[in-house]
């Protein structure tokens, strides 16, 4: 079936430092969302994105952290400077139509902040 | 606020056995209710949905799910599990009323015995 990549599969950064996550989202899917589960925790929405905009975004969502997806390329999530508390596993997923449920996930970014 | 409880973190269960995963829900509106599986190594993948109308919805590979809107209940079942069903399933909620958000239970850890 349609896959969502995310690369990379695992990031260790120091703390500070910026990270960005990268998310190839289903070639005909027009809303794209991440999503964060901090381990042993349950997952926790982020953000949503359509038409080159933030549609919706949590309180999880800092002002440290971004999002794009330049020229229909990679959609990627970007936190600077990273800090200890954003140690996860962040999940990109997207979808075809708005506010259906129906979402392909990718298998995870884990990323680890020292 | 809207919540989803799974109460039971493991279940474990023999090939060959029936199986009910438990899904509890809180919002005051119309839900939309979904079950997504994890195998391991793989993103999450949809197993089945509910918006309206008959309250069980079958799902793939011979899940099905009931929705129950006097016990918030939207529970998952299966009549004779395999090896294979070994994975973390979660139950999740998206409201009706035009917001974004999944929001995910903690997830049930299923083994199932050969």
């Known amino acids: 079936g349609p896959k969502v990549l995310q690369i990379p599969s695992h990031q260790i950064i120091d703390m500070g430092q910026m990270v960005t996550l990268n998310c190839d989202p289903v070639s005909n899917h027009l809303y794209f969302y991440w999503y964060k589960q901090i381990l042993g925790q349950q997952m926790e929405f982020l953000v949503n994105f359509y038409n080159g905009k933030v549609m919706e975004k949590s309180k999880l969502f800092k002002d440290q952290f971004s999002v794009e997806r330049p020229d229909g390329s990679y959609f990627t999530l970007k936190i600077q400077p990273t800090a200890l508390e954003d140690s996860a596993v962040y999940f990109c997923a997207s979808s075809r139509g708005a506010n259906t449920g129906q979402l392909y996930f990718g298998e995870g970014s884990k990323l680890t902040v020292l | 606020a809207q919540s989803v409880t799974q109460p039971d973190a493991r279940v474990t269960v023999s090939e060959g056995a029936s199986l009910q995963l438990r899904c509890k829900y809180s919002y005051s509106g119309t839900p939309y209710l979904f079950w997504y599986v994890q195998y391991p190594r793989q993103g999450l993948q949809l197993l089945l949905k509910?918006?309206?109308?008959?309250?069980v919805v079958q799902g793939v590979n011979g899940f099905e799910a009931e929705f129950s809107k006097s016990n918030s209940s939207f529970h998952l079942r299966k009549a004779s599990v395999h090896w294979s069903d070994s994975a973390v399933y979660f139950c999740v909620l998206s409201a009706s009323s035009g917001s974004w958000q999944l929001i995910f239970g903690s997830g049930t850890q299923l083994t199932v015995m050969p």
């Open positions: 509910y918006y309206s109308g008959d309250p």
